[in-house]
């Protein structure tokens, strides 16, 4: 399976601010999504990350507050801009190989005050 | 969109017994279906996965059973032992389509299993 790395870990951030966070793979990957999973709640996905075009976001969940990148078959970025305490929640990316199944990163752990 | 969801929230067993963890879906156009477990602190971790034209696939201690009957999803879990303690999810994809969201998972609520020494 894939090894996934996401920067930063946790970070504690204030409303009004905007925090990018990266997933690394080691390896090259078809797909790659952005999940949220706030506390004690199951994942939802925000996006689909496509490499060399916008995004595909889920209902609810719009470009300018989660604007994502993905220059290559192995990084994608997302960011949360503006936070609020409601996003506080933790993020997670998700990367899927042509049938192999879905493999996620260890997730990053946003406090928004 | 369709749900998926589990039974039982909580789930606690002896160490030793076997545990059986149920996740009912609704939308009967899907065509896979994975098992994740998360730690706390951690990301979600691949446990076992099954296509639509299978009943039943097994793993290390682990076996997933399929009744598309009912639309019904269990994992089981043999001797089960402290460090399987976690919260369990089930997710299912629907028949691979065009456009935004192919290949999108969708989740279930998730079962709390604690081992009991």
């Known amino acids: 399976s894939a090894v996934i790395s996401q920067k930063p870990s946790r970070d504690i951030c204030q409303r009004g601010t905007s925090l990018t966070i990266q997933c690394q793979v080691d390896s090259q990957v078809t797909m790659m999504f952005w999940y949220r999973q706030q506390p004690g709640q199951s994942l939802t996905l925000i996006a689909t990350a496509n490499q060399g075009s916008e995004a595909t976001y889920e209902s609810g969940f719009v470009i300018d507050k989660f604007p994502i990148s993905r220059p290559n078959l192995t990084f994608s970025t997302l960011t949360v801009s503006n936070m609020s305490p409601e996003d506080s929640s933790i993020y997670l990316c998700?990367?899927?190989?042509?049938?192999?199944?879905?493999?996620f990163g260890p997730g990053t752990r946003l406090t928004v005050t | 969109g369709e749900s998926v969801g589990l039974h039982l929230p909580t789930l606690s067993v002896q160490e030793g017994d076997n545990s059986i963890i149920n996740c009912a879906y609704s939308?009967?156009?899907?065509?896979?279906f994975i098992w994740y477990k998360q730690e706390s602190g951690k990301g979600p971790q691949f446990i076992i996965d099954i296509r639509s034209n299978m009943d039943k696939r097994q793993g290390q201690r682990v076996t997933v059973l399929l009744n598309k009957t009912v639309k019904h999803l269990s994992l089981q879990i043999a001797a089960t032992q402290p460090g399987d303690s976690a919260v369990y999810f089930c997710a299912e994809r629907g028949a691979v389509k065009s456009g935004a969201g192919s290949y999108q998972l969708t989740f279930g609520k998730g079962t709390k299993l604690s081992v009991i020494p």
């Open positions: 998700s990367v899927l190989n042509s049938g192999a199944p879905e493999y």
């Open positions: 939308n009967s156009a899907s065509d896979y």
